[in-house]
Protein backbone atom coordinates (compact mmCIF):
# COMPACT_ATOMS: atom_id res chain seq x y z
CA UNK A 1 0.00 0.00 0.00
CA UNK A 2 2.62 2.36 0.46
CA UNK A 3 3.99 2.54 -2.67
CA UNK A 4 0.84 3.28 -4.27
CA UNK A 5 0.53 6.46 -1.80
CA UNK A 6 2.59 8.98 -4.68
CA UNK A 7 0.61 7.83 -7.52
CA UNK A 8 -2.80 8.22 -5.40
CA UNK A 9 -1.45 12.01 -4.79
CA UNK A 10 -1.09 12.40 -7.99
CA UNK A 11 -4.47 10.92 -9.37
CA UNK A 12 -6.06 12.64 -6.64
CA UNK A 13 -4.35 16.39 -7.51
CA UNK A 14 -4.87 15.60 -11.51
CA UNK A 15 -8.48 14.79 -10.65
CA UNK A 16 -9.25 17.86 -8.84
CA UNK A 17 -7.64 20.28 -10.85
CA UNK A 18 -9.61 19.10 -13.60
CA UNK A 19 -13.12 19.38 -11.52
CA UNK A 20 -11.47 23.06 -10.82
CA UNK A 21 -11.24 24.08 -14.06
CA UNK A 22 -14.52 22.38 -15.03
CA UNK A 23 -16.31 24.46 -11.91
CA UNK A 24 -14.39 27.61 -12.66
CA UNK A 25 -15.73 27.51 -16.98
CA UNK A 26 -19.08 26.38 -15.31
CA UNK A 27 -19.00 30.17 -13.62
CA UNK A 28 -17.02 31.98 -16.12
CA UNK A 29 -17.29 30.67 -18.91
CA UNK A 30 -14.86 30.70 -22.02
CA UNK A 31 -13.83 33.74 -20.83
CA UNK A 32 -9.57 33.95 -20.40
CA UNK A 33 -10.12 37.48 -19.05
CA UNK A 34 -10.95 35.69 -15.50
CA UNK A 35 -8.02 32.82 -16.08
CA UNK A 36 -6.28 34.02 -12.99
CA UNK A 37 -9.54 33.82 -11.19
CA UNK A 38 -8.37 29.78 -11.35
CA UNK A 39 -6.01 30.64 -8.20
CA UNK A 40 -7.17 33.83 -6.59
CA UNK A 41 -10.79 35.24 -5.36
CA UNK A 42 -10.35 38.62 -5.02
CA UNK A 43 -12.08 41.74 -6.99
CA UNK A 44 -12.80 40.86 -9.95
CA UNK A 45 -13.14 37.33 -9.32
CA UNK A 46 -15.75 37.81 -6.38
CA UNK A 47 -17.71 40.37 -9.11
CA UNK A 48 -17.26 37.91 -12.28
CA UNK A 49 -18.90 34.86 -10.01
CA UNK A 50 -22.90 35.93 -10.75
CA UNK A 51 -23.96 32.40 -10.41
CA UNK A 52 -24.18 33.17 -6.30
CA UNK A 53 -26.65 35.70 -6.97
CA UNK A 54 -28.97 33.19 -8.84
CA UNK A 55 -28.84 30.79 -6.33
CA UNK A 56 -25.86 28.50 -8.34
CA UNK A 57 -22.53 27.59 -6.21
CA UNK A 58 -20.03 30.57 -7.09
CA UNK A 59 -16.30 29.14 -7.93
CA UNK A 60 -14.07 28.68 -5.06
CA UNK A 61 -10.39 28.28 -5.64
CA UNK A 62 -10.01 26.00 -2.78
CA UNK A 63 -10.20 23.09 -4.88
CA UNK A 64 -7.18 24.23 -7.53
CA UNK A 65 -5.01 24.55 -4.61
CA UNK A 66 -5.65 21.54 -2.57
CA UNK A 67 -5.26 19.56 -6.13
CA UNK A 68 -2.13 21.51 -6.47
CA UNK A 69 -1.09 20.28 -3.53
CA UNK A 70 -2.15 16.79 -3.92
CA UNK A 71 0.01 16.97 -7.55
CA UNK A 72 2.85 18.04 -5.85
CA UNK A 73 3.41 15.99 -3.21
CA UNK A 74 2.91 13.02 -4.95
CA UNK A 75 5.27 13.85 -7.48
CA UNK A 76 7.65 14.87 -5.03
CA UNK A 77 7.28 11.63 -2.99
CA UNK A 78 7.44 9.60 -6.65
CA UNK A 79 10.76 11.31 -7.43
CA UNK A 80 12.45 11.23 -4.27
CA UNK A 81 11.64 7.04 -3.61
CA UNK A 82 10.62 7.97 -0.18
CA UNK A 83 7.25 5.59 -0.60
Avoid: E, H
Amino acid sequence: MKKNIPQIAVTVGIVLLVVSLVWWQQTFGINLDYIRCLAVSDGICRVGSIGKVFGGAGYNPIVFWIGLICFGAGYVLKRLKIF
